[in-house]
């Protein structure tokens, strides 16, 4: 954790008694917490209603599996409770993101990067280590992206927005008429599986067409099929084995002007203006938000997907939407799960 009271931010005061040792009174004020659980690691933090950062952690989840990963989480939720309240904060909710579905009727989550986790009961888990009178609120990480951005994000205001998320897969959180869509089964914004390639590929089916080429682990698939089906890219990359090769390596590649790299990367920009113009197109968002590990690097990019979209995309609403690349960075899930549960506390 980064440690004891922010005074400052909490509007702490400090007296001097009369045999001079220090008294510190404190306003109790209303904080969430707000947990983003990642396939490697999870991050959580308190944050004040009005959106200020209290305190934060990060643990890793070094190989754990099934209830491990949820006592975890538990555990980081109980030490800032006891943490914030020392320092005058009352812990109203806690709000979680995960990296896979969550079924609001159910209370389960479906996350493939966690094992043991294919159809986990989170919120009565939860629920049961944390006391029924701490609501715990779920929602799925590319939802809690969007309410991030929403939040404190570059998408304050907004009431049509879209997170497009790169990174190890791909996902978007579509926010519309100031609710994110969750779909009927609560899978809304899998686009992934965005068909954007006229010849289907039986890879499709694990992957989904656009994940596939486009994602931070699609880029390295793509560079491998090429390199085993062009002779010409070997002699260059003979060092690294192939089935090391990530993301990283090609915009590193990319940088020094190597044809692989460049063709792959190509090839993603025309994948990524693809998909922007089909949420344009089907959504009219008044903003669309590039975020994830890949952007990043491929932010360098962005007015070269607005020129692909703009040759997709239903022209007026083109005209009218901003795209531009995540505030928030890497945290944009984390305060979205504090706001969803800030969120679900109005409104109950």
Known sequence: ???????????????????????LVTRSTMAVIGVDLGGT??????????????DRAIERLEGRKGSEVSDLIVQMAARFI????????VIKAVGVSVPGIYYASTGRVWAPNIPGWDDFPLH???TSALGNDLPVHIASDRAC???????????????????????????????AGGEVLRGHHDIAGAIGWLALDRNFRPE??????????ASGDGLARVARDLLESRNEYRSA??????????????????????PLATEVLEEAITFWGMAVANLVSLFNPEMIIMGGGVFGPAARFLDRIREEASRWAQPISMREVKITVTRLGGDAGLYGAAFHSLRALHQS
């Open 237 to 258: 990359w003979r060092h690294v084995k192939s089935e090391a090769l990530t993301a990283k390596d090609l915009f590193e590649a990319y940088e020094r002007g190597d």
């Open 145 to 175: 992206y969007i309410l991030g951005e929403a939040w404190q994000g570059e998408a304050r205001g907004c009431r049509d927005a879209i997170f497009l998320s790169v990174g190890t897969g791909i996902g978007a959180g579509i926010m």
């Open 82 to 89: 006891d943490e914030q309240t020392r320092c005058g904060e």
């Open 124 to 126: 009565d888990t939860m």
């Open 1 to 23: 954790m980064i440690g004891l009271c922010n005074l400052k931010s909490r509007g702490a005061r400090l007296f001097f008694t009369f045999s001079g040792a220090a008294l």
């Open 204 to 213: 499709y089916k694990t992957y989904g067409c656009f994940e596939y080429h």
């Open 41 to 54: 690691k999870v991050s959580a933090a308190a944050f004040s209603e009005d959106g200020r950062l209290l």
